[in-house]
Each structure stands twice: as C-alpha cells, then as structure tokens.
C-alpha cells in the first residue's frame, strides 16, 4: 500500500478524503501499524492509486495471508487440547468387550456347576429340552423348503408352501453377514479448501448498476461494495447488465489442490426485467478492469473463457498460497439466473465444489432501453440521466 501510495503522487489527506477515512487510519495501514478487518478498504485505496489486475490480485493475496497470521495465537489453543478430546473414544472398546464376555462365560459355566440346586438342575432340563426341539423343528422345516422328488412330492411342495412363513426368520441370519456386504459410504468429508465470495465487486465506484422494480421515491441512496449484499437484499435489486463475482480460494491444510476447472451451469434464463436502473456512481472516471474471466449468459452453452492475458486453469493453492479468481458476467438479452461448479483435486482424492450467492444461483439481467437513474452527492435524490 505504501508503494502505491508513493506511485500515485497523491497526499495522505487526499487519499484518506476520496477513501472516505481519516488520514490517521489510513497512514497506519500504510506503515503496517494497522491491518483492515476488510478486505474493501484496501481494495478501494488501491483502485484510487491506480492499481493494475496483477497489483490488485497480489494484494489480496497478501491481506489474506496477513489476517490469517493475525488469528494463529488463537488456533492453536484448540489444537493443543485435540488430544484429551480425542482419548475417550479408545476407552469405549474395552467397555463394548467387558459388555460381551461376561454374557458369553457365565453362560458356558453354569451347566458344569459341581452342586447345582433342584431348581436351576430344572432349569437346565427344560433347556436342554428345548435345545432338542429346536433341532427337530430344523430337520423337519429343510426338507420341506427343498422341497421333495418322490411319490409324495406334492405333501413336500404343500409343506413348503406351509413352511413359507419360516423364510421371513431369515432376516435374523443375514445381520450376521451383512456387514461384509455393506457397501463403502461415499465420501462425505469437506475439501481441503474454502471459497470466498464477493457477489458483487465494483470494477469502479460508477460502474456497477442494479435493476430494481421500484420508483425512484422507494429506493434507497446508491452504497458500497461492502454493502451491496445488504442493498441488493432490501430493494430486491439485480445487477443490470453485467455482474463481476470474486472468488477467493484457499487451502485448509498443508497439503496442496489442484484446481482443475471452472464450469457455469445456467439454471434457468428468461425475458429481461422491465424494471429501472440505478446506477451506484454518477460522474466518475473510468477506473481498472480487474477481470481474469468472462462469462456471455447469451450463448447457448455458456463456458468461463480467458480474460485480461490471465493464464487458464489448472491452478494450485494452499493455505499458504491462496488465489483470486475475478468472473464477469454479462448479458444482453435475458434474465439470467447461473452459478459456479469448480472442479479440484488433491490427497488422493477429487470432486466439485458449487459456488453460488450464498445458496442461491447468481442472478443478472439485461439494461437494454430500461430508464436509468443516477444519484448525484448533495441533492439526496435520484434524478433521471442520459441515456448510455
């Protein structure tokens, strides 16, 4: 920050009023003193001093790393007291086997009992008894259920249909064996990774545009980046036109990803919405083009091409090593409804990741001829503008 400010030629008081911060606070992130609690102030100070897409990616890089650098004191604490947690399932096995030989010996023992009293010797014959039974009423049900080949083999197919409410005990048997046929589960552990991300990033303080279905009366004043999930949410606003979407990937563990593939899915598109837009800016200069890939929500089988001389994937992060992926969006002639699916790999294992606007497809819609709106500092209002 201290190199752009420096590049920019411009004062801190200048900057801090453009940034809408005190000079004070803006010198201490400058000289490392202070670290933002978000990432957006420091993305707006870059963008005021000019910041290329390859400046502006590094130093979110680097804000990330240091934020999480700022919390290591605490995650270690939980980490150290892993082991006590983790003890007191080896010491469910030995109760699971004192539960299952005591019920087994005492059994065994009792008939070689030296003195047995006349009521357990009872006992024991009745059991012995009902053991014999049991055995004949096996040798008698088999032949029945195999069912017989000689003179009197309709008694034996009769006696097997009579036999048939036997089979339903063979349930009982199967728990025996079904735990070598139980099939693997899938693997229902979370990636090795967390996604981040910023549905709706100014390019420039004036470039981003919503699409609301309210009159200019019913509408609140244009808001930051920071803000517009709040915004967006409480006027059911839809970005007009074109939508830019950060994605910040980072790995949870040592271990590195692979990142494989990028792919949109549209989950559903429509008319455009006849609604009014309202611009966030009005009268700003052109600013910096961040985006590393594009998305055209008119093809038919839309696809996230190559950007800005960004390389194309596969890429590789850690937790040491994270990466930012900027996504616009934008269509001319629908309402588009879509999301994200990144592919990855790593730890001998793979799958997809959905990336969407907190559980929900991302939406963008077409501005073409819809009346445009601008809120211009100092009259509190917004007022019709030129047209595009």
């Given at each position: 920050m201290s190199e752009l400010k420096t590049r920019s030629g411009l004062s801190y008081g200048v900057l801090a009023k453009r940034l809408h911060m005190s000079t004070s606070t803006l010198h201490r992130y400058c000289t490392g003193t202070a670290l933002p609690n978000e990432y957006t102030p420091v993305e707006r100070f870059a963008r005021v001093c000019r910041a290329t897409p390859d400046e502006l990616v590094e130093l979110h890089r680097s804000w990330i790393l240091a934020d999480a650098g700022r919390g290591r004191r605490a995650d270690r604490a939980p980490i150290a007291e892993q082991p006590s947690a983790v003890e007191p399932p080896s010491a469910v096995e030995p109760v699971v086997e004192a539960t299952v030989l005591p019920v087994v010996e005492p059994v065994v023992e009792a008939a070689p009992a030296p003195v047995p009293s006349r009521r357990r010797r009872h006992a024991l014959i009745a059991s012995a008894v009902a053991v014999v039974l049991l055995a004949a009423v096996v040798v008698v049900v088999r032949p029945g259920i195999r069912g017989g080949t000689d003179a009197d083999g309709r008694q034996a197919s009769s006696s097997a249909?009579?036999?048939?409410?036997?089979?339903?005990?063979?349930?009982?048997?199967?728990?025996?064996?079904?735990?070598?046929?139980?099939?693997?589960?899938?693997?229902?552990?979370?990636?090795?990774?967390?996604?981040?991300?910023?549905?709706y990033v100014y390019a420039d303080p004036c470039d981003q545009h919503f699409l609301v279905n309210s009159a200019p009366a019913h509408v609140g004043p244009p808001v930051g980046e920071s803000d517009a999930p709040r915004w967006a949410a409480a006027f059911g606003a839809v970005p007009s036109g074109q939508q830019l979407v950060a994605l910040t990937v980072q790995g949870t563990g040592a271990e590195t990803v692979v990142l494989e593939a990028l792919h949109v899915r549209i989950a559903a598109k429509g008319a455009p919405l006849a609604w009014n837009d309202y611009a966030m800016g009005f009268g700003c200069g052109g600013g910096v083009d961040t985006k590393s890939f594009d998305v055209d929500l008119d093809r038919g089988s839309p696809t996230v091409t190559v950007k800005g001389g960004q390389r194309d994937f596969p890429y590789k992060v850690s937790k040491s090593d994270p990466e930012v992926f900027y996504v616009t969006a934008h269509t001319k002639a629908h309402d588009v409804r879509w999301d994200l699916t990144l592919e990855w790999s790593g730890g001998g294992r793979r799958g997809t990741v959905r990336v969407d606007n907190g559980g929900t497809p991302f939406r963008t819609s077409a501005d073409v001829g819809r009346p445009g709106y601008g809120y211009l500092l100092g009259d509190g209002e917004w007022i019709k503008r030129p047209e595009r």
């Open positions: 249909s009579a036999a048939d409410p036997a089979p339903p005990q063979s349930p009982t048997a199967t728990p025996t064996g079904t735990p070598t046929a139980t099939p693997t589960p899938p693997d229902t552990a979370p990636p090795p990774f967390t996604v981040a991300t910023r549905p």
